[in-house]
């Protein structure tokens, strides 16, 4: 997988960019991370030219609803295709074991029995436990919890084929936030080391800038800022960064403001997508 189509770049309030979510290409193929908060996903998916039909793994981070709402829609209409015989293989939806519960309550409660009638056949559910790893697409992902203390979540660590190593750790800092002394830096998450250190590149949420970090703080919401997520990522020598699942007050400056404050702090590649963008690998 050498290729990223970055769907949303939103935190989950944001209503000029839809909620933080990405597909990684394989050929013809897709492996689809969260969903974002409703059937804005099926806009995004139209937008980026990927075919239902060429989804058949999506991983679920947790349970929160800018994460998992579209995940449902995801479900219905591939429920649908399988219905019309227009669907091929099977669908494949890892996440945790009470996320998986979750899933299908939701699913139960909102989607006709025609739909769900699936489950357990051609759409499949895969719980991922802290630690493993799977072969996906001719890829490895290893998945691992990262410990939330809001809402329990795992991330993943993707080996390309190409040698490369893809960290994404959820929604939340994989560092301790909160503002440091002149003389620190963030300090990586203890449990996150064996799957941060060494990344060739690191996905990371920036809820802000730093600078207006009064305005939305996110420290109070388990977020971060540009400035911690690059003295992070400078300190580890991490060579790529991707910052997103940010506020939309700025969003027609964003890239811009984004890279200045986080370039005064980070020597390495940093990219700000823009919903629609695409990263190669």
């Known amino acids: 997988m050498n290729q990223l189509i970055v769907l949303g770049t939103g935190n989950a309030l944001t209503t000029h960019c839809y909620n933080t979510c990405f597909a990684l290409r394989e050929g013809n193929e897709y492996f689809l991370t969260d969903a974002g908060g409703g059937n804005g996903i099926l806009t995004a998916l139209e937008k980026n030219g990927i075919p239902l039909e060429q989804i058949h793994h999506v991983f679920a981070t947790h349970a929160h609803t800018d994460h998992i709402l579209g995940v449902i829609w995801i479900i219905r209409m591939i429920a649908a295709k399988i219905n019309k015989g227009t669907y091929q293989d099977s669908l494949t939806i890892y996440c945790h074991e009470e996320l998986e519960h979750t899933i299908k309550t939701i699913a139960s409660l909102t989607l006709a029995k025609k739909f769900t009638k699936h489950f357990g056949k051609q759409i499949q559910f ?43 750790p959820g ?3 994989c ?21 941060v ?16 970090r009064e305005i939305f703080q996110p420290y109070e919401k388990h977020h971060s800022t540009v400035k911690d997520v690059c003295e992070m990522a400078e300190n580890l020598h991490i060579p790529n960064l991707v910052l997103w699942h940010t506020e939309e007050k700025n969003l027609a400056r964003r890239k811009e403001l984004y890279t200045r404050e986080g370039k005064q702090a980070y020597n390495g590649q940093l990219l700000v997508p823009e919903d629609g963008d695409v990263i190669l690998f």
Do not use: N
């Open 126 to 168: 895969r719980r991922v436990t802290d630690g493993e790893s799977l072969s996906i697409l001719g890829q490895t992902f290893t998945f691992f919890d990262i410990r939330s203390t809001k809402e329990k979540q795992f991330g993943f660590l993707l080996h390309s084929r190409e040698g490369k190593r893809i960290a994404f």
């Open 171 to 173: 929604d939340e800092p």
């Open 175 to 195: 560092f301790f936030p909160g503002p440091v002394s002149a003389f620190d830096l963030p300090t990586l998450k203890d449990h996150l080391v064996p799957y």
């Open 197 to 212: 250190t060494g990344a060739d590149w690191l996905l990371h949420e920036a809820f802000c800038l730093y600078e207006q």
